[in-house]
Every structure is written in C-alpha cells, then in structure tokens.
C-alpha cells in the first residue's frame, strides 16, 4: 500500500513538471509581459503538429526536431508580437483578449483542415517507456524525469535570463513601465518581441515533451491553457519558481484524486485550485 502511494505521489510530482513547461510561457506573457495570451495553449499546440510534421517528412527523431522547431518558433513569436500584438498593448484588455482569442480559433479549425480531428502523439522511443527504480516497489519512467529536470532547468535559466543579464534587465524595465524605459532610451517594441520570441521558446519545448507524453489533437488547445492559467494563478503571476510550485501541487492533486477514483483526477485539481485562489490569491510566492 505505502509503494503504491509513493508511486501515485512521485507520478503527480512528475506531472508537475510537465504542467510547469505548459505554464512557463505564460508565465513571460501574463506575469512580466502583462500580456495575456489566450492562444496559448493553441500555439503549443500548432507546435506538437509542427514536430509531427518534421518527424514525418525529414524522419528526424523528437529531439533533432524540437531543436530545428526552437529558432524558428523565436522568429514567429518575435515576427507575431512586433507585427500583430504590439498594435493591442497598452490598450484595452479586452482587445488583447480578442485578438488572441482570434488567433486561437483560426489555429484549432486549420489544423482541424489539415490534419482531421483525431488524436496524434509522437514516439519517443526507447526513452518513452524505460523505467528507474528507485526502492521497493517504487519505479519512475525515464521520460518523465527528464521532463522534471527540464522544468526544473528551464526554470533556472529563465530566471538567470531575467535577473542577471541586460536584456532581462532590459524586459523588466519596460514591463514596470513602458513610458519610463522609452524616455531613458529603450525600445519597448524591439524588447516586447525579443520577450515574446523568448516566450515561443518555451512553447515549442514543452511542445517537445507534450507530443511525448500524451496525445494531442486541434481542440486540446484551451485545456492546455486551462492547466497553463491554474499553474501561474497558484505559484503567483510573474513568479517563474512559483510556477513550479504551482505545477507540482496541481500533479500532486490530480494524482491523490486519482488513486481515489480516476473521475476525480481532473476534479480534484481544480478544486485545489479553488481553495489556493481562495486561501492565498497572490499565489504561493508571489512576484511581488
């Protein structure tokens, strides 16, 4: 019984890091950027579609194809921010709102268009089903603690990007305030889109590690965004630890609700959420 228990509580640890990869550009976007993308989780979406597509045409294994996608998905969000969304920040909300929500419904119908409603997933190979032990009875698949360790790394270094060099220095300024940082000579456009390419970076690697772990079809895009937003609201927006924390408890309480009764996986989730946003609505660290 107790291996049992460890097991369910290391998998939900585990799943914390995959949510925290979901979570990490949202985090960029919402919390830094005070820019809310409601595409979100249609654009890591459009990217595990995007490495199925490479896989299939060059033969490319998961990895190799993730690295080709990474500079090619800071491009897109540099290009998308400087020329679409620059138009909507600082304005109304509400119109930052609409025109993702926009861009979210043209990604899900095309590639509905394009590649059929039914569920894709990429082989990870070898990786994918290899197992650690770690004690009597208790075992982790290889694949989901190098997704942990990713998390975990993508989390430090984002952190050190925005805290120790000058172009993180340089996004802080302008998210604290926008007016300031152009007076003193910064281009709050040029540092938005370099951000949001950033922000894409995080996208296609989590998108590497989702099309692994589980399937994915054109309209998994809003429950993406669904676990991406419960993550940051429950580690504290703009909080990159924090959303590791968020992830982690979010996986932890799926997995207790799910040793219970597997109908109240998802449930049990987001009743934790409730009670997090009720107890503690600045999150568990928040920023500020």
Partial sequence: MIAVWANQLLQG???????TLFAIGLSLSAGVMRFVNIAHGDFIVLTCYALLLLGTLLGVNPVVATLIVLPIAFLF???????????VVGENVLLVILVTFALSIIIENGLLEGFGADPQKISGG???TATVALGDGINVGLFQIVTFVSAVALVAVLDLLLYRTGIGAKIRAVSDDVAAANLIGLSSVRIYAVAMGI???TIGIAAGFVSIWTNFD?????????VAFEVIVMGGLGSLWGSLAGGIVLGLAQAIGGQFDIAWQIMAGHIVFLVVLALRPQGLFPKY
């Fill in 13 to 19: 640890v585990m799943l914390g890091g995959l949510y």
């Fill in 77 to 87: 969000g540099f290009v998308l921010q400087r020329f679409l969304l620059q138009r």
């Fill in 126 to 128: 070898w990786m994918e």
């Fill in 199 to 201: 922000t894409f970076v």
């Fill in 218 to 226: 054109p309209a998994s895009g809003p429950t993406r965004l669904l």
